[in-house]
Every structure is written in C-alpha cells, then in structure tokens.
C-alpha cells in the first residue's frame, strides 16, 4: 500500500498508515512513532505538539521503506541503528544481540557485589554491543572491566560505543570466552551467554530471527556454553568472587545443577519483574 500526493502526506496521516500496516505486531502504533521520529530526527513530543506537518518526498519514501521493513519483523533497533540499555544510547547491528530490558537484572545485581570494593575487576564475557559492561563501567567507573566477545564486528561495535560514551576505562578482547584471555582474576564475571536450543522453533519467528544465531543457541538443550563458562570461571575468579549470567526462564533447575557440581558456592536465581527465572549466580570457593 501506498498513499498518493506524497508531498501532501502530514505526519498524523503517515502514523495512521504506518499503524494500520503493523497491526500484525505486538506494538504497532509505538513502532510506527519510533521509526517516524527515526527519519525526521524529532523527538516523539514534537511528534505531536505539529501533528499537521508534512514530509517531504524523501522523508516519507524513507519512512514506507522502514514499515515495509518491520512489517516483515526486522527488529527496530536494526532499522534505527540504536537501541537504549541502562540510559546508555548505544548502536547495534546484525552482528550483535539486541540489548533488553530483562538484562538489566544482571546489571543491577552486579552492582550489589561490587559495590563495597573500592577498585574492582568486572570481566563480561560475550558483550555484543558492550550494553552490560558499559552499564557497568558507567556505573562504577573506578572499575576496571574487560569485555569480550568472539565476533569481531560485534567487538568493533562495542569499542566504538565506548568511544561514544567516554567509558574508556573499558578493555577490549578478541576471544571464545577465556580462551585468549591473559590470566586474570576478577571480582565479578557476568555474561549474558546464548542458552537458547539450536531446535528451538523461536528462533524462525518474530524479531529474534534476524539476530545473530551465534548469540543465542547452545546446543541441543541450550547449556553447552553455560557449562563451559562454569567449568573455567574458576580460574579466573578471585576466591569468593561471583558469576553471575542470564539464562531462559525454563533453566534454572538445571543451570543450579551445574554450578553446584563445579563447586560454586552460595549457588541462587534471581527471578525478574514478570516472575520468570532469568539470572542465575554463585560465588567461587574460599
């Protein structure tokens, strides 16, 4: 569908075509605002405040573009190229996981461990956009983290969000978790791993199926990255330091199992605001 007489196209008449194009998706007229804002570079109360004001030809070619786009379910942090975690602005593409709202459990509990050391080591393993070692480094910026990841677009990415937010006590290395890692000890070890199923019949549905499936499948029952995390947290933790991870809300029996078997200490799961099981934590041996 295309609406004639472009250039007489207001931004009230292009919100309502957007929102009828998009009704298939959980957010339709939300979406439709963001990417509006998106291509006029206002905010969403000047949206409103001059609803009756036209695009132009190029704006509005740009903007049927984009719907076209998310009516096929390209996630719109992809098409607008930022996504905000923690207050942080940051950019994101194909090659790294979009950062979400559940994630920031994992940051917030991260901070309650690290809070009482006056200098502390924070290693994030798989940091994609760098979304939770930012938060972090923002947070507590006499820290001194490293970030991870093995994808070196996402690592790139990363770097330059950094650069962005002037967080530049943040070190950056190329490696399968610890596997090109200097020996270190840290404080605290937070990763939010892939733990999906690689059968998992999510994974062709909605946004997540433009998303990088490195980032999110684990073999057969989703853990096979989990098990190798805790499996070599050990050595690179100082002794009562944490780990700390995101997992699927189905996980938690399991991934308990896992940590107790390693023997983790002091082994629990933190549920989010929905109630779901959604970070898991323990603390190294004395």
């Not at 790139?156 to 399968?176: D, G, I, P, R, T």
Request: proline residues 5%; charged residues 20%.
């Amino acid at each position: 569908m295309q609406l004639k007489n472009m250039s007489t196209t207001s931004r009230q008449t292009a919100l309502r075509f957007a929102t009828e194009q998009l009704q298939h998706l959980d957010t339709p007229r939300l979406d439709a605002e963001i990417l509006l804002t998106h291509v006029l570079g206002i905010s969403r109360a000047q949206l409103y405040a001059w609803p009756e004001k036209l695009l132009d030809d190029t704006q509005w070619q740009q903007f049927q573009s984009l719907i076209e786009q998310r009516v096929q379910h390209q996630p719109i942090a992809y098409l607008t190229g930022h996504k905000e975690f923690w207050s942080l602005n940051l950019q994101v593409n194909a090659a790294t996981l979009i950062p979400r709202p559940e994630t920031e459990l994992l940051v917030e509990h991260a901070l309650k461990y690290i809070e009482s050391i006056a200098q502390p080591i924070i290693l994030d393993l798989g940091t994609g956009s760098g979304a939770i070692a930012l938060a972090l480094a923002q947070e507590c910026p006499q820290a001194q983290v490293i970030a991870v990841d093995v994808n070196p677009q996402a690592l790139e990415m990363a770097k330059h969000n950094a650069q962005a937010l002037q967080l530049n006590q943040v070190q950056f290395y190329l490696s399968h978790w610890f596997r090109d890692l200097p020996m270190l000890q840290a404080h605290i070890i937070v990763s939010n791993p892939p733990y999906i199923a690689d059968d998992d019949p999510h994974l062709t549905q909605g946004d997540v199926q433009f998303e990088p499936r490195q980032a999110l499948t684990s073999g057969q029952d989703g853990l096979n990255d989990i098990r190798e995390i805790a499996a070599q947290a050990k050595d690179f933790l100082l002794p009562e330091g944490y780990l700390l991870f995101e997992h699927g809300y189905d996980q938690e029996v399991v991934v308990q199992q896992i940590l107790l078997e390693q023997g983790y200490q002091k082994v629990e799961t933190i549920k989010d605001l929905a109630g779901q099981a959604r970070v898991s934590l323990c603390q190294n041996k004395t």
